[in-house]
């Protein structure tokens, strides 16, 4: 049996809820936690964005999809939990847990896989070599994982 | 045969692209809103008075496949079906178009449950909106 969780490492990002996120039946829609979802994987790109990076390489995203299960509204101090999963040659996956600060309710499960292709498009990059120190440290099985994302 | 809602509104501004010039994929999240809010203000004559009950329509998941890039100017016409009904919940199923590259660019899937804003409990589907989502089923 493995004990992985103890030692889990993530990159967190913290959000608390504002007013122009919620709407008349106030709560945050769908899409807002969906954006939410991007800002939390800018924050974890901005980290390797060194030199021309972006001149170089674009993250191409393939497919992503998310599970509500909590409503939030205004004041909600929500934190974003990111791991990466399935490190291929050309690219990998990013899981999201979106949790409430605080109660630890569970409000979304998150996923996103991409990969990185040359600016112009020619050709996929190696993501190990490309974002492997961002990805190495946070990356889980997810077959050892409590949700299914 | 099944119906098809086609949104035809949906322009690319220089506030949809990305640092590349590619449209970001948020927006077809916030597009698929959108969409879904115009078929039912156009097809549920009462929309708005169903919404103001005590039941509430919540997104319980989503799910966003993308095929090719669209640029700033292009335009896309979005393609609405219903998916699976059951009794409290049903799928959405949206298809952008970009007109100009004359190709899908992408297809996003929701589920939408109905519950209770009093006792938190699961509702049946509003009989208005059940009356119309059957004739755009994509299992008719």
Redesign the interface.
Known sequence: MEYFAHSQKEFVYKYVVMLSDVDQ?KHM???NH??LM?LATDALFVSCLKGDF?EKN?FK????????KK?TTAGDQILIKINSSEIATARFSLIYTFIMEGSGDLVNLGRQTYEIIS?NGGFKRVVSEVIGPVLNPIQVDENHLLYKY | MAKIFTFENIKVFFKHTD??GFV???NY??W??YVREAFFQKTVPNFKDV?CRLI?M?????????FDDSEFGDTIEACLSVGKIKKVSFDMNIRFININKNKAVCQTN?TIVFVNSENGKFADIPEEMKQVIVRYSEND
């Open positions: 039946f829609s769908f899409a969906l954006k991007f972006l674009r995203l393939l497919d992503s999809r998310m599970q509500f409503q600016r | 640092y590349y970001h994929p948020y999240y916030e698929t809103s919404m509430k919540m997104t319980v998941k989503i799910r966003c496949e993308l929701h």
